[in-house]
């Protein structure tokens, strides 16, 4: 099970942290994407931690968010910075166990476990 957490309202150029937390299987032997979707548009990955630590972002994203995970707490966060209103949408994280391959690490079909959604909502 994943559990999502830590969304929010939040101001242009704020940040916010969103937590995925696990139960059931440790998440070091997963690979973990970060999933938003917004309302009217497909789901998109914004960003994946593979097993060994590699990360991979959407160019949307790019130096603006940071994945990390602590093995300890068995939880993967997305850390969100200078957020934009186009960030706006509902944020899930997905799990799959081992690796995807590198050009197919945003498809929402190569993930197996997902949590519920969290919602995200940047605006003045």
């Known amino acids: 099970q994943l559990v999502e957490s830590g969304g929010g309202l939040v101001q242009p150029g704020g940040s916010l942290r969103l937590s995925c937390a696990a139960s059931g299987f440790t998440l070091d032997s997963y690979a973990i994407t970060w999933f938003r979707q917004a309302p009217g548009k497909e789901r998109e990955g914004v960003s994946c931690?593979?097993?060994?630590?590699?990360?991979y972002y959407a160019d949307t994203v790019k130096g603006r968010f940071t994945i990390s995970r602590d093995n300890a707490k068995n939880t993967v966060y997305l850390q969100m910075n200078s957020l934009k209103p186009e960030d706006t949408a509902v944020y899930y994280c997905?799990?799959?166990?081992?690796?995807?391959?590198?050009?197919?690490?945003?498809?929402?079909?190569?993930?197996?476990?997902w949590g519920q959604g969290t919602q995200v909502t940047v605006s003045s």
């Open positions: 997905a799990a799959r166990l081992g690796n995807p391959l590198i050009s197919k690490w945003a498809e929402t079909r190569e993930y197996n476990y």
């Open positions: 931690m593979s097993r060994n630590g590699n990360t």
